[in-house]
């Protein structure tokens, strides 16, 4: 909160805010920072965009989320005053990512838990829950729409189910074979992947029973899944990584192959270590590349649109990625980060594993008619 939202929540009787703005003053809270919003639009000569000129911008970065600072900026003076110093907390090693109304959810292996952003009112916070609910290596998440959060812990070998007040529900997994990597919920059905078995198991979520698992053909066809990892669900239709066959498979709800997007190689359109994946409303495919270092995006044919990322030398590349998340809301908090030649259509979120940052934030962009 700056010091117009502080004043503004003061009240509107001119001794009390007379009194807010001398303990305001007394902090040596300076006021010039009450517009600092309207000057913290990109450059066009800083803005790191893609692809590169002369093709029209596509995709800029915006800005990166690595810790509590970068939720509330360093700690002012007002801040320290009324509360004290606070000590700082920082993402320790992110891999899925989970964007839920106005609060981002992040799975931190590192932290045994999960970082929650709050982007409405810029608050910071780390979840480890305890009991028959704590975590061990939490993988991926996804929330229904119920709010109840589903967390796949690889080491656990179950996704753990919590209510929308945080509170451990139960948790479903399988007695052989069974390592979760990924999990999705759609309607009352979850969908999870398992890297050990080559499958994807089948819940129900009013009373989390195995409903069935998709195998996706025989070993040695196209449609066999050697290393399920990450998946989403997009117009009754999935979308798995597979970390072992350098692709991604399409199949229906009912694991009816439909085809897959890339193969093994280091050129465009192809993939080494491709993860998470995600899919924006026009159906365009999503994929995380942990060896390239980069987000691939594709059309609904398959064919390759263009990537962004790079490996890791400042602002706007990667460090060992591991997810990517697709939201269309939120984007008020960060249009002032968006250079003003250009329109924030969505947001895409990208979590790396190592790096000064932690998860970058990306905007999806259209070029202004009036820009240069």
């Known amino acids: 909160m700056n010091c117009c939202h502080f004043l503004h929540h003061c009240g509107s009787g001119w001794r009390t805010w007379l009194i807010c703005y001398l303990i305001l003053v007394g902090a040596g809270v300076e006021f010039s920072g009450c517009n600092q919003e309207a000057t913290r639009n990109a450059s066009p000569a800083t803005s790191v965009i893609f692809p590169p000129p002369p093709a029209p911008t596509r995709v800029q970065f915006l800005t990166h989320i690595s810790g509590s600072t970068d939720m509330s900026g360093r700690q002012g003076k007002l801040r320290q005053y009324l509360f ?84 451990y529900v139960g948790a479903m997994g399988e007695p052989e074979g069974f390592k979760p990597t990924d999990v999705v919920v759609k ?18 979520t009013l009373d989390m029973n195995h409903l069935g698992q998709l ?25 798995v990584s597979d970390f072992g066959d350098f692709n991604v498979k399409r199949m229906t709800a009912s694991g009816k192959h439909l085809g897959a997007v890339g193969s093994y190689g280091n050129g465009p359109g ?12 026009e159906g365009n495919l999503y994929v995380v590349d942990a060896a390239f270092q980069n987000v691939q995006i594709f059309n609904r044919q398959g064919q390759l649109l263009m990537h962004f990322g790079g490996s890791y030398e400042g602002p706007g590349a990667m460090w060992l990625p591991a997810a990517v998340e697709i939201s269309y809301d939120n984007l008020e908090y960060f249009e002032p980060y968006v250079d003003p030649d250009l329109t924030l259509k969505y947001l895409i979120y990208v979590t790396n594993q190592y790096g000064p940052s932690k998860i970058n934030v990306y905007g999806f962009v259209e070029e202004n008619r009036t820009g240069t």
């Open 84 to 167: 004290g110093r606070e000590e700082p907390l920082s993402i320790i090693k992110p891999y899925g990512i989970k964007v839920h109304g106005e609060k981002v959810y992040i799975c931190d292996t590192g932290l045994a838990g999960l970082v929650i952003l709050d982007l409405s009112n810029g608050e910071y916070s780390q979840w480890i829950p305890g009991g028959r609910g704590q975590l061990q290596l939490p993988i991926n998440c996804d929330i229904d729409k119920n709010g109840s959060i589903y967390v796949a812990d690889a080491n656990r070998r179950q996704v753990v189910v919590f209510d929308r007040e945080r509170n």
């Open 215 to 239: 195998s996706g053909e025989v070993p040695g066809e196209t449609g066999f899944m050697r290393q399920p990892t990450n998946i989403a669900y997009h117009d009754q239709v999935l979308y």
């Open 187 to 204: 309607d009352d059905t979850v969908w999870v992947t398992s890297v050990e078995d080559h499958a994807i198991h089948l819940y129900n």
């Open 270 to 281: 192809q993939f080494t270590r491709p993860k998470g994946v995600a899919l924006d409303r």
